[in-house]
């Protein structure tokens, strides 16, 4: 229980300190943020040591429990051999009383068979003495005192009988005592046998014994041991508590610290937003300012032009008039010399070049002089053709009319894409509006996110720190196209179509919002911001296509 309580105490300061990371990667300490970083680098690395002093002690711990497990098994083993071996020398002395009891009653056996013999010899003793008194232990006294031959052979047969009697009886007694003797020696021989039994299985219950004590010892002083690993180890756990308590305040005041920071900073960011707004909003006043001035110059230049080619016209007229009156008047003064008429002619195309306005001829009334020949001058250089040069609109791609023929090349030149005059007019939103930061622009670069063959990236990469699950919008209201995972390497992705050959894609998402047929408006949520397909971390691929064809994304949105 303790430990699970331990795991669940770590997990929430690994959690909290993964947030301080976090924080820490998206702001600036100052001076306080430093000391708190620094007081929890150090109580981290307190928490380290601890934590590796505490896993020895559990390791010792569990060492000396499984020491004391062990002896514990060894006692339990000695116990029960030393109880076999105290049962064997029971049975031994059991076995060695028996004989005990045995020699003992041989022991009297022997004496009672010697106490006979000897109680046999004094009886024949005794008849031997009587016999001797009597005179009846030779043959001269038996065959003296025998009445006749048969009596004789009485007296004689009957001695041969006592003596044979006494002789069988004492042979008798003789060998049931020595057989008592053998079988007592057999006893003895058995005794000592189990008596050296009985010392050897004394000696090994000895043995067991101090074996089974040594165990006995060794298990107390591993119990011993594994207490005080206990005790120590509740300790150290009670200080990394304490330390994890410590450590969660001062990450507890180091996330406030820096989300005080990030709000500031995000002010901060607003009002550079905002300024870059008004900044973006007094260049636009300008451009259209700078357009409408242009759009005056060139209306007052065709005007210009239209008023020269209408004098140009008008002189013409007249020329042509001057002309048609000197040829009239060769024809009615003939008297003219050739010579005077090529003067005449000569004045005329003088004129025309020096006025292009030519005043008719003031004549005398009824004279008969010839009119002023007009002079032919040249154009003034405000009649010359002025140069058609459009204004070039900021935030445009530049129309090209080869591009329909170059399509290999559309890859390799920003902005070279085939432009649709249509799709100027339609205004985009930044696509991620909680996430301002830009990683990978339009161009060329060393890593293929899309794993394709190329190393020119096809649009603008969005990111920043934990933006897993950031809303993704519409950057402008149109129709979905696409609303899914092709395989083409974009992951999930969407693709809306805004008409006039203009189409934005989204690629990367975790999920998509809108399906196929869709109608979005502008800012509408459509996904969020994932890692799906060919992608290195979470962030969202925007790209803008004119005529299906990619576009740098920049000339349409910025941040």
Not at 8 to 24: D, E, N, Q, W
Not at 44 to 54: M, P, T, Y
Not at 120 to 145: H, P, Q
Not at 344 to 361: N, Q, R
């Amino acid at each position: 229980m303790d430990r699970d309580i331990h795991r669940s105490r770590l997990k929430k300061l690994a959690a909290l300190a993964m947030s301080g990371v976090m924080l820490l990667m998206t702001g600036t300490f100052n001076g306080v943020g430093a000391d708190l970083a620094d007081d929890i680098a150090d109580l981290e690395n307190k928490q380290q040591q601890l934590s590796s002093e505490r896993q020895e002690l559990e390791r010792q711990l569990a060492e000396y429990e499984q020491g004391a497990k062990e002896s514990a098994e060894y006692l339990k083993l000695y116990d029960k051999k030393m109880k076999k071996q105290e049962a064997e020398i029971l049975n031994l002395k059991e076995q060695i009383s028996i004989l005990d009891t045995r020699i003992a009653e041989t022991r009297t056996l022997i004496e009672g068979k010697t106490k006979e013999i000897d109680e046999e010899i004094v009886e024949f003793k005794e008849r031997l003495r009587v016999m001797y008194m009597d005179g009846t232990d030779s043959i001269a006294s038996i065959i003296v005192g025998s009445a006749d031959f048969y009596d004789i052979l009485m007296r004689t047969e009957l001695m041969e009988r006592v003596s044979r009697h006494d002789k069988e009886m004492i042979d008798d007694l003789n060998i049931k005592i020595a057989e008592l003797n053998r079988e007592k020696a057999e006893l003895e021989v058995t005794m000592t046998s189990l008596e050296k039994k009985r010392g050897e299985a004394e000696t090994v219950l000895d043995d067991l014994r101090e074996t089974y004590n040594e165990h006995a010892e060794m298990k107390e002083y591993y119990e011993q041991q594994a207490e005080m690993s206990r005790t120590r180890t509740e300790e150290m756990r009670q200080q990394e508590a304490e330390v994890e308590d410590e450590l969660v305040i001062f990450i507890r005041q180091q996330q406030e610290e820096n989300e005080r920071r990030r709000q500031e900073e995000e002010k901060q960011r607003q009002e550079e937003e905002r300024k870059r707004k008004e900044e973006e909003e007094r260049q636009r006043k300008e451009e259209e300012e700078r357009k409408r001035k242009e759009e005056e110059e060139k209306k007052r230049q065709e005007e210009e032009q239209r008023k020269a080619d209408e004098e140009k016209a008008a002189a013409d007229e007249r020329i042509r008039k001057a002309a048609e009156e000197i040829e009239a008047m060769r024809h009615v003064e003939i008297e003219t010399t050739v010579e005077n008429n090529d003067e005449l002619d000569k004045a005329a195309e003088e004129a025309v070049k020096a006025d292009p306005e030519p005043e008719p001829a003031e004549t005398e009334t009824g004279g008969n002089t010839e009119p002023e020949p007009l002079r032919e001058e040249e154009p003034p250089a405000a009649q010359t053709e002025p140069a058609q040069t459009e204004p070039v609109q900021e935030n445009e791609p530049e129309n090209d009319d080869n591009n329909d023929n170059n399509e290999d090349n559309n890859d390799e030149d920003e902005g070279s894409s085939v432009f649709d005059s249509e799709s100027s007019s339609v205004s985009m939103v930044w696509p991620c509006p909680t996430v301002l930061n830009m990683t990978d622009g339009y161009g060329y670069r060393t890593v293929d996110e899309e794993g394709g063959a190329s190393d020119f990236h096809k649009g603008i990469d969005i990111t920043k720190p934990g933006c897993e699950g950031e809303p993704i919008v519409a950057a402008a209201s149109g129709t979905v196209i696409i609303a899914s995972d092709t395989g083409n390497g974009y992951g999930t992705h969407v693709v809306i179509d805004h008409g006039g050959k203009l189409s934005t894609l989204y690629a990367h998402m975790s999920d998509c919002t809108v399906s196929v047929g869709d109608h979005v408006e502008q800012g509408q949520t459509i996904g969020h911001i994932g890692s799906s397909g060919y992608a290195y971390g979470k962030h969202c691929h925007f790209e803008v296509r004119v005529n299906g064809e990619h576009t740098n994304p920049l000339n349409y949105v910025s941040m």
